[in-house]
């Protein structure tokens, strides 16, 4: 089939221009025909291809005449724009093998069951014709017992013809080419619908499309309905662009699939995972005030078994020091520990603690200080990220289980400020009796059967840590090691003459310090027993020297969380991209391009005018009221005055 004379290469433009029947009207769908039936791959029985490039400005490609269905061809041909030999009904590529499945699978399955009802009835035909039945007669039957026109029927057989069975799903499924003239629009009103929409206040299209119908008025354009801009919103907006502008950055991030670790390449006491938590419940304190504890807990990230813990006031540097000696001394020593780079973990010097463990203003050392001299390789994670700590997980469990034991009903605070129950705040509950129902509640999630985590597996917390630890290698820290980590530090200077030391009114020597006399050192102490030696630092951290008391006579692969964090900010520049192409404008941009209203008229002058009498002793009201005569005194005063002032006069 090679068609001959007159113009036989068109470009998607040109064959929209042509208008032809069996293809769409417009050079958009026209390019998505070729993409989906594969003109692009197609090529003639001896080879050669049925597509080249544009050998013009702009590129593109230009399509031959054979790959345009046949009702095309034939219109080409008695417009006489294209002359063809041969006018068959398909054209002999391999459109079903290339893409035509590739374009059925993306269908809907309403279009998928249309093909494969066409198919049951081709079949009914095809029996029928196996019985003795002339085509004819058998196209007839089949369409009465399916209840269809037989002229359809001989379409879909017509379609058929040449082509692989194997591929009859994918030629029999309807291809409703459309083609319809879009609706235009101005695009100062689409860029003002676009801009009033993508605002974080989210307002509704609605809304949005009420006001860009009355700008378009102010500047004499007309609107399509709302449904055709709503669908030509969502066709030609990216997704992300729509998130981000409404939702915002964390809206975004959830757009992309969420990054899951595995700990199967970890051990019991590998990793640990520390985080504060409020509780939701009413504490009573020994100092008589009522407040919401905090607790700092640290939870074993291979088996999510809660370790240790320590409840106070508030977050600080001192609850994370007694929680991690209690698990130092009960378990070991871990290799790494995940915390956040909030103030209750990361800050250097931290003001405050608890004010009733202290008689006196200290600094609280940082807790990386601590993990450091026990060489704990610290990771940080962001604040408010549940997904990047595991412990987070027991803390929901803790909010929606532990926070509402029965003993503490009537204390229970809710977990917001509009989810409060009705016997908010009628009780406070003790301390201790806080802490014990606590440790009881923590002990029954640790032992607590059928964990569905990677490692527990249907066991417990307990279990699955048990038995990994008793196969691990585990590190245990003496009791100098223990003494010297969790002893509290000071930043001073030593004195200027001797090199003497003073810490809350005591005095610290030893003779190496008259040499630095003068200089910053850090200093580390017992804060419950000032009596003992402090230990020396300079600023690099080394160690210099004890001073005694002078008597007056203490789960992880770096480069995947780096990888994901370009992934994220990959992610995050494309739609700053995206966000730019819009072209959107400023919510005050939006504002002064809407029309002012008019003030409001004077109302009308009624046409009637009802009378309305005064009820009452009208007439006594209105009785006149002598004024009462100036006093003869008052009047011979002022006579008297006048004379006086007439005789002053000016004294330069």
Not at 139 to 154: I, M, P, R
Not at 529 to 550: E, K, N, Q, T, W
Request: charged share 30%; proline share 6%.
């Amino acid at each position: 089939m090679k068609p001959f004379g007159g113009k036989v290469w068109f470009t998607s433009a040109e064959l929209a221009a042509l208008k032809l029947p069996g293809l769409p009207k417009s050079k958009r769908r026209i390019n998505e025909r070729a993409d989906d039936e594969g003109w692009a791959l197609r090529q003639t029985a001896s080879g050669e291809p049925l597509a080249r490039p544009r050998q013009a400005r702009g590129g593109g490609l230009e399509y031959h005449v054979e790959v345009l269905p046949s009702a095309s061809r034939i219109e080409l041909a008695r417009r006489g724009i294209a002359v063809v030999a041969i006018v068959t009904d398909r054209p002999p590529a391999r459109p079903a093998r290339a893409s035509g499945w590739d374009w059925f699978d993306r269908q809907p399955e309403k279009v998928k069951a249309e093909a494969r009802r066409r198919a049951e009835i081709v079949d009914a035909v095809a029996a029928h014709e196996r019985l003795g039945f002339s085509r004819s007669t058998a196209v007839a039957s089949a369409a009465g017992e399916h209840g269809g026109a037989a002229s359809t029927l001989w379409g879909w057989l017509k379609s058929l013809n040449g082509t692989d069975p194997a591929d009859r799903l994918v030629h029999l499924a309807p291809r409703r080419a459309g083609g319809g003239t879009e609706a235009e629009i101005d695009p100062r009103v689409w860029q003002h619908l676009k801009s009033n929409y993508l605002r974080p206040e989210k307002p509704t299209f609605s809304s949005c499309y009420r006001w860009a119908e009355e700008y378009a008025e102010t500047i004499g354009a007309t609107l399509p309905c709302e449904r055709s801009l709503r669908r030509k919103f969502d066709r030609e907006v990216d997704r992300r662009v729509i998130v981000a502008a409404r939702k915002g950055k964390d809206a975004l991030r959830e757009t992309m699939p969420p990054q899951q670790r595995t700990v199967a390449d970890l051990h019991a006491l590998e990793l640990i995972n520390m985080d504060g938590h409020k509780w939701d419940v009413f504490v009573r304190f020994p100092d008589g005030a009522i407040r919401r504890p905090m607790m700092v807990a640290i939870q074993d990230v291979y088996s999510r078994k809660f370790l240790s813990w320590r409840i106070g006031v508030s977050e600080s540097a001192l609850m994370t020091r007694l929680a991690l000696a209690d698990m130092l001394k009960k378990f070991g020593i871990p290799k790494g520990a995940v915390v956040d780079n909030g103030r209750g973990f990361a800050s250097k010097w931290i003001t405050g603690g608890s004010p009733t463990r202290f008689r006196f203003k200290i600094k609280d050392d940082e807790p990386l200080g601590l993990l450091t001299a026990l060489n704990i390789t610290t990771h940080w994670t962001t604040p408010y990220r549940g997904s990047s700590k595991p412990i987070e997980r027991g803390f929901g469990d803790f909010c929606r289980d532990l926070a509402k034991h029965p003993a503490f009903a009537g204390a229970y605070t809710g977990n917001r400020p509009d989810a409060k129950p009705e016997n908010y705040a009628s009780k406070a509950i003790d301390l201790d009796v806080f802490v014990r129902v606590i440790a009881r509640g923590i002990a029954a999630h640790n032992a607590r059967q059928g964990r569905r985590t990677e490692i527990a597996a249907g066991r417990s917390f307990d279990d699955a840590f048990n038995a990994s630890y008793a196969v691990a290698p585990i590190g245990k820290a003496t009791e100098e090691q223990l003494r010297l980590a969790l002893m509290a530090g000071e930043q001073l200077s030593t004195d200027r003459k001797s090199g003497h030391i003073r810490l809350h009114g005591n005095r610290y020597w030893a003779p190496e310090l008259s040499q630095i006399a003068g200089q910053k050192v850090t200093i580390r102490f017992d804060p419950d027993d000032l009596m003992l030696p402090v230990h020396v630092y300079d600023r690099a951290g080394r160690f210099l020297v004890s001073a005694g008391i002078i008597a007056a006579d203490g789960f992880l692969d770096v480069e995947a969380a780096r990888r994901r964090a370009r992934q994220e900010a990959d992610w995050r520049k494309a739609t700053r991209r995206a966000t730019e192409l819009e072209d959107l404008l400023s919510a005050d941009q939006i504002a002064a391009l809407l029309p002012d209203y008019a003030d409001e008229s004077d109302p009308p002058a009624p046409a009637v005018v009802r009378p309305v009498r005064h009820r009452g002793q009208t007439a006594a009201a209105l009785k006149p009221v002598s004024e009462p005569a100036s006093a003869p005194a008052q009047s011979a005063f002022m006579d008297k005055f006048s004379t006086a002032v007439s005789h002053l006069r000016l004294v330069e």
